[in-house]
């Protein structure tokens, strides 16, 4: 069994399942190598505008798998330097190919997102849930820090305060309380999850419709503007609305607007 699902949705949206069901969707060396293998390819494909993440079953992802810590087997084998490499060959993959990558990725958080599964949800651009959509960092219960990333990356959409009480606190935050923290920006009231992954679908095929190139490259300026001084930043996106002024999405965004009609945007 695969522990991550590929499927090609219509309108250039490609759904990326976690399918670790039986741990509820924990993180896997086979998960982290066949995800950064998607990623790579996804993202010279032309076809794909967006990507959504999500996970098999009833949970998002339970992060580590804790029989494995108790038996320091796997991804939690081996003494203190060993373990530090696992990290960064192991684990760390997935924040690097995800924060290289130039398309959107929205989280459709389908049930609990714990610990490093809470982390990941973190990295993706957005995330949409619903009542059975779960949050926490849980690593202070355990013993442990978020060695796959999570203190970059949690603060960056909660603010220093909001993410520091996650981490000492160990607090779960369900359905429409996580929405009113920040960890959602969509939230449906419902406990029908196709109903609530329609919603997402939805969300995804509003960012298919606007100019790709476009799409892209303010992603990329978006990344770019958090880590840099406001001059760095100015500078860059002078660089890229030089480009995307000159492509023909461009074009046809403004043809499409003089004309009263819908713009149609080629794989680019």
């Known amino acids: 069994m695969a522990h991550l699902i590929v499927q090609n949705l219509t309108n250039h949206i490609v759904l990326l399942t976690l399918n670790n069901p ?32 999500t996970g098999a079953d009833s949970a998002f992802s339970a992060g580590g798998d804790v029989k494995a810590m108790k038996d320091q087997t796997g991804m939690f084998a081996g003494k203190s330097p060993e373990l530090r490499d696992l990290y960064i060959h192991g684990i760390q993959r997935i924040p690097r190919i995800i924060e290289r990558f130039q398309k959107p990725i929205i989280a459709f958080v389908n049930g609990a997102a714990v610990g490093a599964g809470c982390d990941l ?24 820090v978020p060695g796959d990333g999570g203190t970059f ?24 309380e996580a929405f009113q923290y920040g960890l959602l920006d969509y939230f449906y009231a419902t406990d029908d999850r196709e109903l609530a992954f329609k919603e997402c679908l939805n969300l995804a095929e509003t960012i298919v419709n606007m100019a790709p ?56």
């Open 22 to 53: 039986q741990q509820k969707n924990a993180i896997t060396y086979e998960m982290i190598d066949l995800l950064e293998q998607e990623l790579l390819k996804l993202d010279t494909d032309l076809n794909c505008r967006v990507v959504i993440l």
């Open 153 to 176: 990356f949690l603060q960056r959409v909660l603010g220093y305060s909001k993410a520091m009480n996650m981490f000492l606190t160990g607090k779960f935050f369900k359905g429409s």
């Open 213 to 268: 190139i476009a799409v892209r490259y303010t992603k990329k300026a978006m990344k770019l503007s958090y880590l840099s001084t406001m001059e760095d930043a100015l500078e860059a996106l002078a660089t890229y609305q030089s480009i995307t002024q000159r492509t023909e999405d461009h074009r046809e965004a403004v043809d499409a607007l003089l004309e009263k009609r819908s713009p149609v945007f080629e794989n680019r």
């Open 121 to 144: 949800t973190m990295m993706c651009d957005l995330r949409v849930g619903y009542n059975h959509s779960q949050f926490a960092e849980t690593f202070n219960r355990l013993g442990l």
